[in-house]
């Protein structure tokens, strides 16, 4: 029988051409980042490292879907409060683009885990209380990895994970989408079951994470729209 573990990985689609204007936002962004650490050197000593650097961050930025200058600002406001004379590399410039939970006015990390981990007992199953529907809707999306068997640690990181993508939602306007309570603990349901419910659902919310249609007459019109055809079918310049 296949497991769970065996699912393949989700790769993450880089385009071949990037968004109108990504160039221009690196360059001030860097800017930026110039004049909050005045350490900087260090990191890109020569205008051939700082090159470098501003291919490779733009790279990471598309894999990690860093794509408004809302994110943007977050990250320069963590560095502004970092305190640090040394510029940050790339990946935790990038974590630093996530509002903590305090700027968005929800309970932090380690808070919502242990709400987490208290409601998704079996013995609150019918009596659970939420302190945030964030916290609601990153522990329902661990429920099927039955946190309360797993270390600590391992735990953690697992939840962690689901509210940070709860955060982004949040961030980008999205509605947190409704979640079957007990999706992992019905026994009538196989692994495999449970598996394909489970990436089925997650498919759905990268889907949306990524503006990506899921039907056929959504999916026409973004292609019109994109490349800029009217009604009577011409396209546009």
């Given at each position: 029988m296949s497991k769970m573990g065996n699912l393949p990985p989700v790769v993450p689609v880089i385009p071949k051409q990037l968004p109108p204007g990504t160039t221009d936002v690196?360059?001030?962004l860097f800017?930026?980042?110039?004049?909050?650490f005045p350490a900087w050197k260090q990191a890109w000593p020569d205008d051939d490292a700082l090159r470098a650097a501003k291919r490779s961050w733009i790279k990471a930025f598309i894999v990690a879907e860093i794509n408004t200058l809302e994110q943007i600002r977050y990250g320069l406001q963590n560095c502004r409060q970092h305190g640090n004379d040394f510029a940050p590399s790339v990946g935790k410039f990038i974590k630093w683009c996530l509002p903590t939970p305090e700027m968005m006015g929800i309970p932090p990390h380690d808070k919502a885990f242990r709400e987490a981990l208290l409601n998704l007992h079996p013995a609150r199953r019918t009596s659970r209380e939420w302190s945030h529907p964030a916290v609601r809707h990153a522990a329902l999306h661990c429920e099927m990895h039955n946190l309360a068997d797993l270390t600590s640690e391992k735990a953690s990181k697992i939840f962690d994970r689901a509210y940070d993508i709860t955060i982004r939602m949040l961030v980008n306007g999205?509605?947190?989408?409704?979640?079957?309570?007990?999706?992992?603990?019905?026994s009538q349901k196989s692994e495999v079951e449970l598996a394909e419910e489970f990436g089925a659902a997650r498919q759905a919310r990268l889907l949306a994470i990524q503006g990506i249609p899921t039907s056929g007459g959504a999916a026409r019109a973004l292609l019109l729209a994109k490349f800029g055809k009217n009604r009577g079918g011409h396209v546009h310049g």
């Open positions: 690196v360059n001030a800017k930026e980042l110039q004049a909050i999205q509605p947190l989408e409704d979640i079957a309570i007990g999706i992992g603990h019905d």
